[in-house]
Each structure stands twice: as C-alpha cells, then as structure tokens.
C-alpha cells in the first residue's frame, strides 16, 4: 500500500520484447478484479474505477476510456511512475523524461503499485523505489528556476544531498529562467480525471476538458 501524505516513484525496467494486447503499468485499489479476466487478453489496468494504467502503446487509461498520452516503450526501456498522495496526481516517467501529469483526484484514494502484461514470459526488474513525505521543502524545491539550484549549491553545498536526489529531478519545472510562467489551465473529468497534458511541466500545457 502506498502511505498517504507521501511522494512515491518507482522505476521498472522492462527486460523483455513488448508485444500483443498490452502491457501495463500503474496503480490501483484493493478492489481491483484480478481475475475477471483470467480467460480473455485485455488492457487491464484502468479498465474499470479501481485502477489507473498507461499501456506500452503510448495511451492512459481509466474506467475503459483511453487517451493518447506519450509515446510507445519497449524492451530496454525504463519507466517512472510519480505518485503526489497530497496532491493527489500521478505521473508517468519514459527514460527519466516526464510525460506530464496523468491522472489526478487520487489524494482520498489508498493505492497499490500494479502492472499487467499479456505478452508470455514478460521480464521485468524494479529498477527504483523510493517514498518520502510531502513536506514545505518538497514543494519549495518544485518551484525552485535552474538559476536559483545553481545559487543554492553554490551557497550552501549541504543541501547537494536533496538538489541531488531523485525527487529533485523528477518534480523539476522543465522551464528555463526566460521562460518562467507558472499559469496554465487545468480543467476536470468527473473525480478521477485525465490531465491530458503530455507534453511535460511547460509553460503552454493545458488539459483537455470534458463537461
């Protein structure tokens, strides 16, 4: 179970070729029918409320609805997954690359770390794990311009232990000092909603929106 009120990323490595129906990685509640689909080949995290997957397709999906999101992955490749309890936002990882932020509405939501896969003998190895608590300091080190990094390990080379860690990489702004702007809109689907945003932290991103 993943502790609420914490930042979880994880990282799997797939150590095997990508092929048929789908391969997926992702989250999902304790509800999750593990064995409604034991007879049939399907793309089956987010099939239904209780999880949330992205395929090796390059889609999203949640309750049997799917939407582009990045691009295909395969054998070799390493893939993030992001999950801000206190926000309540997950986000997937290609490669250390951000594809912006998934799915969100998931702050109430107690969530397992999953992953399917109709492809035989499908090789895996976890790559990474790591949780720490959604803190001030967390959000602070979000916001922080490249500049700014730059000036606080130039100033206090005590805290090159957190500029440097994981968690500074993967809640960087992909943003240079010229263009720094924070606005954008983000509009919702229901309570579990996609963010469609797939083009990273940048400054035009936008969600698509649904009535």
């Known amino acids: ?11 799997v490595k797939l150590l095997t070729p990508t092929y048929g ?12 029918d593990m064995n409604g689909s034991k007879s049939t080949f399907c ?40 999950l801000d ?33 109709t492809a035989a003998d499908t090789k895996v190895r976890l790559a990474y ?3 720490v608590p959604a803190s001030l300091q967390m959000e602070c080190l979000s916001m922080l311009k490249p500049s700014q990094r730059e000036y606080l390990l130039s100033m206090f080379p005590g805290l090159r232990y957190l500029l440097d ?16 702007d924070d606005d954008y809109d983000l509009r919702f689907l229901d309570e579990y909603d996609f963010a469609l945003v797939g083009a990273g932290r940048k400054r035009n991103r936008k969600a698509l929106t649904k009535p």
């Open 129 to 131: 794990c790591s949780s």
């Open 1 to 11: 179970m993943l502790e609420k009120g914490r930042h979880h990323y994880w990282e």
């Open 21 to 32: 129906t789908d391969l997926m990685i992702g989250v999902g509640t304790e509800k999750v």
């Open 43 to 82: 793309s089956l995290l987010g099939s239904d409320q209780e999880s949330f997957g992205f395929s090796y397709l390059g889609y999203i999906q949640y309750d049997g609805w799917k939407k582009k999101y990045g691009s295909t992955f395969g054998q070799g490749s390493l893939v993030g997954v992001h």
């Open 165 to 180: 860690s994981i968690f500074a990489k993967i809640l960087e702004t992909d943003i240079s000092d010229d263009d720094y």
């Open 85 to 117: 309890t206190w926000k309540g936002t997950l986000e997937f990882f290609l490669n250390r690359k951000s594809l912006g932020i998934a799915f969100t509405g998931l702050r109430n939501t107690m969530l397992y770390p999953m992953m399917c896969s």
